[in-house]
């Protein structure tokens, strides 16, 4: 993949936008800056409009919006202080979340920064002398399309805006739909197959297609009791999803933790995600948030270390208990764990330590740590043990992640919770610190089969090609022991169950349980049945920045 390089001396005037919501920016004429070549300025203009996704998809701001409101994830007060942030995780997962909550804001800003670079690099693009502008000017098209698609997701609104000097017309229900829509189809023809997940290709526009298609529904209209899926919606996820399956690029992976690790980058199953290589300077925190404090995951960096973030609820992990029944989910699925230290005391060279992955339950084992340093055994090589809580008082209790978590003192201690290790922690960043390395998926081949599989049973109640797609995914999985093994039987209630196993911590459960109209269901911690937290309030701020328009931006209803 051709990466795009960012030219270090552009300077956007749309930041501005934080607080504003008109989108009516300030721009400075960078692109005819002394020394730039036109090749320069069309990189210039496009890399800017991908940079902005590592920030939306920071595990405060997208992961915990669309993970922490669900049945997925819960996020207490650890030990009754740590991750207290005002209590804006606990509002999250009860349904209670306000118009000045700081992650909604830095969400709604994200989003509209993305916005804004994408119409700015348009405008440029589409006087730019440079070959490649035509795909570039594509791509941002595109770019505008995903973001306005995720504002729609997020807050029920979508932003159009052609000329740098007009004020955006909002959009809401099907005109939304229809207008990013139409971008994404209009881009189609003009974007390249083969330039890496980290831009948009063919298939990754397909994948949106199908992922717009299947969701109308809800976009049209959030609110309805029941929603309405349109036959005519189904055929095309079906067609788009086709069109991803029959073009022989994308191949399902046979080791499924590989899709997380630090060399995702190029693997098949990956059409469209995060470019987080190290040696372009990307990271993410995906793989420290959950994971316990006391687990140092690095011997090259002693500070290197978890977080004790968000666990999964008692629920999500019962639904994996309701399908293999008295056979342990680590024994019967090879989406669940993945054991890479054994629960034993022993050494270990730093090339062969790595952490388990997956789902992670009782006793931890991990390097042992003394001083500020790791303890070596007289080989040389890393002692490994179990893991203490050093949070707490002496004699340290041992890291025993255990299923029940809630908002109680005992639910909430620092090591409650089973915790979830999907994304790789990084081996390359400088520091070690809190930094993974994987790109992070935004469309993949198994989430393509299974859109697939939904809408088959949604338009005809097709359950043998629902099954068909279902277990193609499933027993891809051959890699580890055990290998994954075919269902008997499908249904919808199944389907969002499946879903939740192969995507669970990539960001899609809050949109799939709204979908399925699971949404306002009761789970731990959380019995709010308001409707109208299907989508999030508008920022305070947003509000406040356009009042010089009056009328121009209207508060989500129940907010």
Known sequence: MKKIKKVSILVFGMLVLYSCTNLNEVILDEYNAAGLTDKQAAEG?????????????QHTVHFALNEI???????PYRGGTDWGDNGIYLSLHKHETMSTDPNVKNHWNILLIGISRAVTAIQSLKVSKEPAAPLYLAEARGMRAFYNMLMLDMFGVAFAKE?????????????????IKSELLAIEPA??????????????????LARLYLNAASYRDIYAPTLTFKAEDMDKVIEYSDKIINSGQYSLASDYWAIFGNANHDNKELIFAIDQRAELNGHN????????????????????????????????????????KNVDPADADPRFYKQNIKPTDECIAEADYNIDRGILRGQQYGLQYSGGAFLKCPDGKFKVGKIYNTRKAAPYPPVIHTEVIDFSTAGSDYSTGFRVEKYEFSKKSQSGRNYGEADISIVRLADVYLMRAEAKLRKSN???????????????????????????????????????FELYWEMHRRTDLIRFGKYESAWTEKSNTDKNRRIFPIPQTAIDGASNLPGYLKQNPGY
């Open 45 to 57: 203009a496009i890399a800017p409009v991908y940079a902005a996704l590592p920030s939306l998809y």
């Open 69 to 75: 409101s669900t049945d997925e994830a819960i996020l």
């Open 163 to 179: 000329d740098l000097g007009d004020v955006s017309t909002i959009l809401r229900g099907d005109k939304a739909v229809e207008y």
């Open 191 to 208: 974007v390249g197959t083969s330039a890496g997940p980290g831009r948009l290709t063919k298939g990754a526009v397909w994948g949106l």
């Open 285 to 324: 925190r995906l793989s420290y948030f959950s994971l316990a404090n006391d687990q140092r995951p690095l011997p090259a960096y002693p500070a290197a270390n978890g977080t004790d973030g968000p666990a999964i609820t008692s629920d999500f992990y019962r639904s994996w208990v309701g399908l293999y």
């Open 462 to 500: 097709d359950a043998a090609g629902a099954l068909a797609d279902v277990n193609k995914v499933r027993t891809a999985r051959t890699a580890n022991t055990p290998a994954g093994s075919s269902l008997t039987s499908i249904d919808l209630d199944i389907l969002l169950r499946e879903r939740g």
